[in-house]
């Protein structure tokens, strides 16, 4: 299996997914600037958007989007607890929160990183991204994890965009509680293990 990344991309979800899953894989960087791999060839002959995750199965096929890639992970090894057992409150949850983290929070982040955002777009952006953080900072100072007691993917989601706050010009002191909650999953071996592999 090959996973095709950018560095501090929503793709380092999938890494961190991967390895709760105790899955093999291999690790493919894609330049972000030429959308092209290290040997020239042209990324979007893997994902014809040209964006990434990309997640490349020993068949042949080629599965992308976030929320479809841990879904296909999640059904090869329930055990990983991605998203909890089917039919239960906790995936629907789970689910939930990823669809959100996928949708609202991901989604608000990219135009305030994009180099061909209007200066006059950010201010009015960052009020935005705010509106869309500020249920989960309220739901994690109740509770350690997006849903109840355990980590589930949508928690690996946050805590890879929390990460871009810097860059969005948010001040990660203004969200206490989601810098705690990255704080511990970052602690986690198998996501210093992804962040090891992925910004090598
Ligand atoms: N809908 C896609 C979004 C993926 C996405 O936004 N990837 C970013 C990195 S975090 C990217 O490759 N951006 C470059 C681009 O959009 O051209 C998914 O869920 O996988």
Redesign the pocket.
Known sequence: MRLYY?PD???LVINIALRAAKMRFELIEVD?VTRRLHDGSDFSRINP?????ALQLSDGRCL????A?IDWIDLAAPEAGLLGAQGTHKRQEAMTWLALV?TEI??SF?PLFRRDTPHEFLAPGQRHLKKRLSRTEQKLSEQHYLCADTPTAADYYLFVTSRWMGDSGLSARDWPAIQAHAARIESLGIVQDALASDLQ
């Open positions: 950018f991309a929503c793709s972000y958007m040209a964006y990434v995750p992308t989007e976030v929320i890639i996928g991901h989604k990219s």
